[in-house]
């Protein structure tokens, strides 16, 4: 039997289950972050490109809390290495809550940890575990809206937001190097 017009025979194709799919989209993205955490130094994720930028600050009982603002200015003001780190952060303990454990706490309850390095390892730790918890996921799984029901306020499949932690990863990894590039030619 012939291939149909813009299809290969089934001799030809090369199935990957989903969830290694997602996983090789992740390590693709992580590995983009690793380029930029390695020499991640504190003076980087602090400095401030602009007036006006978010960031993250030392509170008087020394915990790190993050700019915002709800309703999100249109644009978001000008963005430093340490606001984007808390916010990835943000987004994982969120969506790790929600898809794998018993919700997430309030946004002002997660912190950044004070420092690049405490900051990397805090990322690399959600990185890990959101990795382990998809490995576990069966194609069912994926299809399901179980896990992520009240998530960013709509309902969506597992494998939809998986593929969106990794585009949302890839996105602030690069908003880190662009910042990390304007700090590398202040000078």
Same mark, same amino acid.
């Given at each position: 039997?012939? /291939? ?6 089934? #001799? ?9 799919? %997602? ?5 693709? /993205?992580? *590995? ?10 504190? /003076? ?51 969506? %790790? ?19 690049? /390095?405490?900051? *990397? ?18 194609? *069912?799984?994926?299809? #399901? ?20 932690? #990794?585009?949302? %990863? ?18």
């Amino acid at each position: 039997m012939e /291939a149909q017009a813009g299809t290969l025979p089934d #001799s030809l194709l090369v199935t990957v289950p989903r969830v290694d799919l %997602l996983i090789r989209q992740l390590d693709t /993205a992580w *590995a983009l972050f690793e380029y930029h955490l390695k020499d991640l130094d504190d /003076a980087q994720c602090l400095w401030e490109p602009a007036a006006g930028c978010w960031t993250v600050r030392r509170q008087d009982d020394g915990r790190w809390t993050a700019d915002w603002q709800v309703p999100e200015p249109d644009p978001v003001p000008t963005l430093t290495i340490g606001w984007l780190t808390w916010h990835i952060g943000f987004w994982w303990t969120t969506t %790790l809550g929600h898809c794998f454990g018993d919700g997430a706490p309030p946004r002002e309850e997660i912190t950044w940890p004070g420092d690049a /390095a405490a900051a *990397a390892d805090w990322l690399r730790g959600l990185r890990d575990d959101w990795r382990a918890r998809l490995s576990e996921l069966t194609d *069912a799984d994926l299809d #399901s809206t179980d896990r992520t029901a009240g998530l960013w306020g709509q309902d969506d499949t597992l494998a939809n937001v998986a593929g969106w932690v #990794s585009v949302e %990863l890839t996105k602030n990894v690069a908003e880190i190097g662009y910042v990390r590039h304007l700090y590398a030619a202040r000078a």
